[in-house]
């Protein structure tokens, strides 16, 4: 059984920081990509970052680049998202995806690509 936590989600001031984390059970972190999407109240879903299993290939969207870092730890079946310099629109509940791959320099940023999710993890950015 596969299943995905995410923790660390909070409230926060504008242009602070949050830290989320992602715990993998039921399969190696190493043999899956890893993303994290939002999903704000009455809006669609919306890619955030992405990371390949060799950890070395990296996509994120261009509303999060540049105060964004997604990163694994394998050792410890844990992902985590960083973010940064914090906007009121990044209020939103975020979802930490997995998806099997073979290939070690595999990322996507379609939803329907991602077989297993989280619960989710509120972040409210105030002004």
């Known amino acids: 059984q596969v299943r995905l936590v995410e923790s660390g989600g909070g409230l926060v001031q504008a242009g602070g920081s949050l830290r989320l984390s992602c715990a993998l059970s039921?399969?190696?972190?190493?043999?899956?990509?890893m993303a994290w999407f939002r999903e704000a109240p009455g809006k669609e879903r919306e890619f955030v970052a992405a990371?390949?299993?060799?950890?070395?290939?990296?996509y994120y969207a261009e509303s999060v680049k540049g105060r964004c870092t997604i990163s694994r730890d394998d050792a410890v079946n844990t992902a985590y998202l960083q973010l940064d310099s914090l906007k009121p629109e990044d209020t939103a509940l975020y979802y930490c995806?997995?998806?099997?791959?073979?290939?070690?320099?595999?990322?996507?940023?379609?939803?329907?690509?991602?077989?297993?999710w989280g619960q989710g993890s509120q972040v409210t950015v105030s002004s």
């Open positions: 990371v390949s299993r060799s950890g070395r290939n990296t």
């Open positions: 995806a997995a998806d099997q791959a073979f290939s070690t320099v595999r990322v996507s940023s379609r939803a329907n690509e991602y077989e297993y």
């Open positions: 039921g399969r190696s972190l190493s043999s899956v990509v």
